[in-house]
C-alpha cells in the first residue's frame, strides 16, 4: 500500500515568520510530487510542483525534495493570515498516473 | 472563464436513493477525475476517465458509477448500494492523464445521507 505521511497539526506560526510543513512518502519509485492548499469549505489548489531533488522557489514558497529520505517539504516564508489553511501533499510513482494524497496539514498564521 | 462547475452545492440524499453529482469543464481537458474527501482524510480516487466513453475504477468505487459521454462532461451516481454517502465529493480534470498532478478542481459538492 502506498502511503503518502503528513502531520496533521494544527502548525501554529506567528506572522511573519518561515512555516515548514513535511510530506514523507513510501514509494521509492515516485518521480512527482505536489503540494495544494485547501480553505476550509473549499476544494484544494495546486500551489509547487518538484520533480528533482533539491530545493524549487516561487514567491514566498519553496519545496525541497529529498528522494533519498523519502521527504518533500513546503516553506513559506513572511507568513501571512491569507495562508492559513490545510496544505496537503501529493505524490505520483512511476507505475501509474494516480495521485496519492496524504491527509494534510493544518497550518494556522497567527496575527 | 474556464473552469470546472460542479452541481448541486450541498445535496441530501435519502435511504435508498440514487443521486447524482454534476460535473463540467471547459478547459478541454481530456482527463477527469471524482475523489471522496472525509474529515481528517485525504482525498480517495472514486473513477476517472482520460477520453469520451471510457473510464477507471479508483480506490472506492463500490457504490459509484459514471459516464463520459462529451469530453466536457463527468457525472457520478451514488447509488443505494453506497453505504456511507456522507462526505465532500470533488471532481477535478487535467490536461493528460500524464498530467494528472496538476488538477484543477470544481468547487465541490456536500452530500448528506438522512
Known amino acids: 500500500q502506498k502511503e503518502v505521511e503528513q502531520n496533521s497539526g494544527p502548525l501554529s506560526v506567528p506572522e511573519g515568520a518561515i512555516a515548514s510543513l513535511n510530506c514523507t512518502y513510501s514509494?521509492?519509485?515516485?518521480?512527482?510530487f505536489f503540494w495544494y492548499r485547501q480553505y476550509s469549505g473549499k476544494s484544494p489548489e495546486l500551489i509547487m510542483s518538484?520533480?528533482s531533488n533539491g530545493d524549487k522557489e516561487d514567491g514566498r514558497f519553496t519545496a525541497q525534495l529529498n528522494k533519498a529520505s523519502q521527504y518533500v517539504s513546503l516553506l513559506i516564508r513572511d507568513s501571512q493570515p491569507s495562508d492559513s489553511a490545510t496544505y496537503l501533499c501529493?505524490?505520483?510513482?512511476?507505475?501509474?498516473?494516480?495521485?496519492?494524497w496524504g491527509a494534510g496539514t493544518k497550518l494556522i498564521i497567527k496575527p | 472563464d474556464g473552469g470546472i462547475t460542479q452541481s448541486p452545492k450541498y445535496l441530501f440524499r435519502k435511504e435508498g436513493q440514487n443521486v447524482t453529482l454534476s460535473c463540467e469543464q471547459n478547459?478541454?481537458?481530456?482527463?477527469m477525475y471524482w475523489y471522496r474527501q472525509d474529515p481528517g482524510q485525504g482525498l480517495r480516487l472514486i473513477y476517472y476517465?482520460?477520453?469520451?466513453?471510457?473510464?477507471q475504477k479508483g480506490d472506492i468505487a463500490e457504490g459509484y458509477s459514471v459516464s463520459r459521454e462529451k469530453k466536457e462532461s463527468f457525472p457520478l451516481t451514488v447509488t443505494s448500494a453506497q453505504k456511507n454517502p456522507t462526505a465532500f465529493y470533488l471532481c477535478?480534470?487535467?490536461?493528460?492523464?500524464?498530467?494528472?498532478?496538476?488538477?484543477?478542481f470544481g468547487p465541490g459538492t456536500r452530500l448528506t445521507v438522512l
Open positions: 501529493a505524490v505520483i510513482g512511476d507505475s501509474n498516473y494516480q495521485l496519492i
Open positions: 476517465s482520460q477520453i469520451v466513453n471510457d473510464f
Open positions: 478547459l478541454n481537458h481530456d482527463a
Open positions: 518538484i520533480y
Open positions: 514509494d521509492r519509485g515516485s518521480q512527482s
Open positions: 477535478a480534470s487535467s490536461r493528460l492523464l500524464t498530467g494528472a498532478g496538476e488538477q484543477f
